[in-house]
């Protein structure tokens, strides 16, 4: 009878420590939640593209947010090749003409573009080169910095079909971000990163978790007790 009452405290501290753990975790999540509002929420603008964004459309809406704040905004294009132009027949001339409208918005107002490109579905299982981006010759020519993410593992060779789709399915996944042009620079610098897909999130501690997965793998007692 005393054992049963010992087991039930205990399992009743376990719940009050766990809840307790709990309660402090969300509150820490709450106070940067708030953080993150007050400093940076504020300050981000987000505008839908549904296949009718153009080029000079993107370029009217950063001048009326200069002239209505007289700050000149950070811009980020998701993506380059989901800005239409219905004058401009192929993919290739609405990439260029898209380029050079953003271009010159950079020029007129010192202003930092960061566009994300889709790339050639070829080159997925190979390490990301200048060739690999659609509209490789206009983006070469025109950007200041080209940066290329794609699996580490391809850093040793070409992947086939098997060792691609093992890659893309591990949790997290193993990324190497290149420098592939730089004004100024060292081109042949690397950063090796972890990518959450569930979180969309990318982690730069790839050589602690890779580390940490080794020492699991031999069984180590402490390492596993975490």
Not at 113 to 128: D, G, N, P, Q, T
């Amino acid at each position: 009878e005393n054992s049963f009452f010992a087991c039930a405290s205990i399992a009743s501290n376990h719940s009050l420590l766990r809840n307790f753990i709990l309660s402090l975790l969300w509150k820490n999540r709450y106070r940067k939640s708030i953080a993150y509002k007050n400093k940076i929420a504020g300050r981000l603008i987000v505008f839908e593209s549904y296949g009718g964004t153009t080029a000079e459309l993107i370029r009217e809406r950063v001048k009326r947010h200069i002239i209505k704040t007289g700050r000149v905004p950070v811009i980020v294009i998701d993506y380059l090749q989901m800005i239409s132009d219905q004058e401009r027949q192929t993919e290739m001339q609405q990439i260029d003409h898209s380029i050079e409208i953003l271009k010159g918005l950079s020029a007129e107002y010192n202003a930092r573009i960061l566009c994300i490109s889709s790339l050639k579905r070829a080159s997925y299982k190979e390490a990301v080169k200048m060739e690999a981006f659609k509209g490789s010759g206009k983006i070469e020519y025109t950007a200041d910095f080209v940066l290329g993410l794609s699996l580490l593992k391809s850093k040793f060779g070409a992947l086939d079909d098997n060792q691609l789709n093992e890659e893309m399915q591990k949790q997290p996944r193993e990324m190497m971000l290149q420098i592939l042009k730089g004004r100024d620079i060292d081109t042949r610098k690397t950063a090796e990163l972890l990518y959450y897909s569930k979180y969309n999130c990318f982690d730069d501690r790839l050589n602690q978790w890779q580390e940490h997965q080794e020492k699991q793998q031999t069984g180590n007692p402490f390492l596993m007790s975490r």
